[in-house]
């Protein structure tokens, strides 16, 4: 059975920082992604990386403020997100999908339950 749990949200000030984790579990494989999304509107895409870890993908929305990452011991996948606006504020989302040799992230439908955060201005 496959399972993606995200944690690490939480209230942050702007011009703040946190880093959120994406614990998977049961793939093998795949790469991962982190969307967000607010209400009344699609989730977002943000940013890729691959299963080895070594090939990143962002959204132009992304780039400069957000990093993604993965350990390679136990998977764990991160994304830390500095200097945080309020326009930042939804539910983080990780997603697992494939990640192709030109960046582009194909997603699949497994997603984690969201963590949410919160910018305050």
């Known amino acids: 059975q496959v399972q993606l749990e995200e944690s690490g949200g939480g209230l942050v000030q702007a011009g703040g920082s946190l880093r959120l984790s994406c614990a998977p579990s049961?793939?093998?494989?795949?790469?991962f992604a982190w969307f967000r999304q607010t209400p009344g509107r699609e989730r977002e895409f943000l940013a890729a990386i691959s299963w080895g870890g070594d090939i990143a993908n962002y959204a132009d929305s992304a780039k400069g403020r957000f990093t993604i990452s993965k350990d390679g011991t136990n998977n764990m996948v991160y994304l830390q997100m500095n200097n945080l606006k309020p326009e930042d504020t939804a539910v983080y989302f990780c997603?697992?999908?494939?990640?192709?040799?030109?960046?582009?992230?194909?997603?699949?439908?497994?997603w984690g339950q969201g963590t949410q955060v919160t910018v305050s201005s």
């Open positions: 049961g793939f093998s494989g795949y790469a």
């Open positions: 997603n697992a999908g494939i990640l192709n040799r030109s960046g582009k992230y194909d997603y699949r439908n497994w």
